[in-house]
């Protein structure tokens, strides 16, 4: 309860924006239709993974694309109800909502995980169980149910005040995180890669931490296998790393076949930390 709610609300608390568009955010009931969405369609997803394991896990690569997508969608969001607040509080009459949604938009969350979420889904995945994957994933959902329900209650209230606008940034700034979050996951954007640490080796070590993966950069030799052991010094969002197109849940050792000279890339699962592999 207390990691989902730090990240996830975060990650994809943006979509409860979708809710105060033409509801004018004057139904309490749309963020239990959009909690119970959620709900299913993470029970759904943990009872496949369950039984069938990472075949219907998404890959790295269709998770940044997501990402961006769900930025650029909690963007237009913020833009209306910027647009709403400085339009004014009091429409003349208000346009119904469609029934569908609010859950719509709360199974949409499973698309856009946040780091703690990914660490369920390897849960769900190992458990080798339908049920307990589907309990697993459910579990979680009721655990930060609590956060979204005050969320949406915040953006109801301020949607009929002045805040919307302020509301509205915080949010246009949520979305172009999420975006440039998926950007880097899918590692289309170069970034400096810093000096590498050490002699190349057959293996190195990098450990997780809260700020990132340290060492940031490690020589490993090209041409032969090379494992690269993980370890976790903290948990957070670099608990599961995005590497050589699969992800992997720490503390854990990844064998990675003969590898030309140059750089390989890696990411936490959220595309928020990189690290490189220098191999020469």
């Known amino acids: ?8 609300t975060a990650a994809q608390g943006g979509l409860l924006m979708g809710l105060l568009d033409g509801s004018r955010g004057r139904d309490p009931a749309l963020v239990g239709w959009f909690l119970a969405g959620r709900l299913v369609s993470y029970t759904v997803v943990g009872a496949l993974l369950g039984l069938l394991g990472s075949a219907v896990a998404l890959p790295p690569q269709a998770r940044a694309v997501l990402l961006v997508a769900a930025g650029l969608t909690v963007i237009v969001f913020a833009i209306r109800l910027m647009r709403r607040g400085r339009a004014g509080c ?3 009459e208000p346009a119904a909502p469609s ?3 609010a859950p719509l ?7 856009v995980p946040c780091g703690v ?12 169980s339908p049920s307990a994957g589907a309990a ?23 949607s009929r005040t002045r805040l919307a606008r302020v509301a509205g940034v915080v949010a246009i700034a949520a979305g172009l995180w999420t975006a440039g979050a998926g950007i880097n996951l899918g590692g289309w954007v170069s970034t400096a890669a810093p000096e590498a640490a050490g002699p190349p080796a057959r293996s190195v070590t990098v450990w997780a931490t809260r700020e990132g993966y340290r060492p940031a950069m490690v020589s490993a030799r090209a041409g032969v296998p090379v494992e690269v052991v993980f370890k976790l010094a903290d948990r ?33 699962g959220m595309g928020m930390y990189t690290g490189f ?3 020469s």
Do not use: H
């Open 277 to 279: 592999i220098d191999f």
């Open 1 to 8: 309860m207390v990691a989902g709610t730090a990240t996830c």
């Open 117 to 128: 979420t990914l660490g369920i889904e390897m849960l769900a995945i190992s458990s080798g």
């Open 90 to 92: 009091a429409p003349a």
């Open 136 to 158: 697993a994933m459910a579990g979680f959902v009721v655990g930060t149910a609590p956060a979204f329900a005050l969320l949406g209650y915040v953006l109801r209230r301020i």
């Open 99 to 101: 029934r569908y949604k």
């Open 105 to 111: 938009l709360g199974a949409a969350t499973i698309l």
């Open 236 to 268: 957070g969002c670099t608990g599961t790393v995005s590497i050589d197109g699969r992800d992997v849940a720490l503390p854990a050792t990844v064998r990675l076949p003969p590898q030309p000279p140059g750089l390989l890339r890696y990411a936490c």
